[in-house]
């Protein structure tokens, strides 16, 4: 299977603390993106990072690659409530399909 | 604003009986996907067109249809759902090849 897998399946963390998620994959890549979704809602685009970069900023969010582990992580900085969600890391291979693991579900505690 | 927009957000369909779910987009964008997402799982692409090019995933079954008539639009349709089908189907859309997905909200489909 070309989907990646998330570690940890589900995160709880108090409001204000760092939220770390971790992607790993199986194929060369083009990029990695990361999306969030709330519940029973479409999903939204957070970051791209091309394989030749290895880390990317915005705003909280903070995204590192390291392609010769084949692994990503996303770090989410001073969580707020309105962060709880399910991440989900997605890999596109430069054929137009994005592959998408497993999910991290987030809960962050008022 | 622009977005990707699909109708409805719910749809409930007997087991075997046709369903066309539909997806428009306001973006321009020359990519529109179809994925399927069972609960608690990741998405699944199921097909997509880059401008009037179908691209079918390999393992998505005959069940599943889609027809893209312009640019804006694109649908899906299953010639008869089982209740296996019963899932959210995302809509999404790209500027390019490696680029970013806009996602729609989603149509909810139940199949009883």
């Known amino acids: 299977s070309q989907q990646g897998e998330e570690d940890p399946q589900a995160l709880s963390i108090q409001e204000g603390e760092n939220a770390t998620m971790n992607c790993s994959y199986k194929t060369s890549i083009n990029n990695l993106q990361w999306y969030r979704q709330n519940s029973g809602r479409g999903l939204v685009h957070l970051i791209l990072?091309?394989?030749?970069?290895r880390e990317k900023h915005s705003g909280r969010l903070r995204v590192t690659l390291d392609t010769s582990k084949k692994s990503s992580s996303l770090l989410i900085t001073a969580s707020r409530a309105a962060d709880t969600a399910s991440y989900f890391c997605a890999t596109d291979e430069g054929t137009n399909n994005l592959f998408f693991g497993t999910g991290t579900r987030l809960t962050v505690i008022p | 604003d622009a977005m990707v927009i699909q109708n409805p957000r719910y749809q409930v369909t007997q087991f075997g009986k046709p369903v066309t779910l539909s997806c428009s987009q306001t973006?321009?964008?020359?990519?529109m996907y179809w994925y399927q997402q069972k609960s608690s799982q990741a998405p699944k692409l199921l097909f997509h067109?880059?401008?009037?090019?179908?691209?079918n995933e390999a393992d998505t079954p005959d069940n599943f249809q889609s027809r893209r008539p312009n640019t804006s639009f694109c649908f899906l349709d299953i010639r008869s759902p089982g209740l296996g089908d019963a899932a959210m189907y995302l809509c999404?859309?790209?500027?390019?090849?490696?680029?970013?997905?806009?996602f729609g909200p989603g149509t909810r489909l139940t199949v009883t």
């Open positions: 999404a859309t790209s500027r390019d090849n490696s680029y970013e997905q806009y």
């Open positions: 973006l321009n964008h020359n990519v």
């Open positions: 067109y880059y401008d009037k090019d179908f691209n």
């Open positions: 990072i091309r394989s030749n970069e």
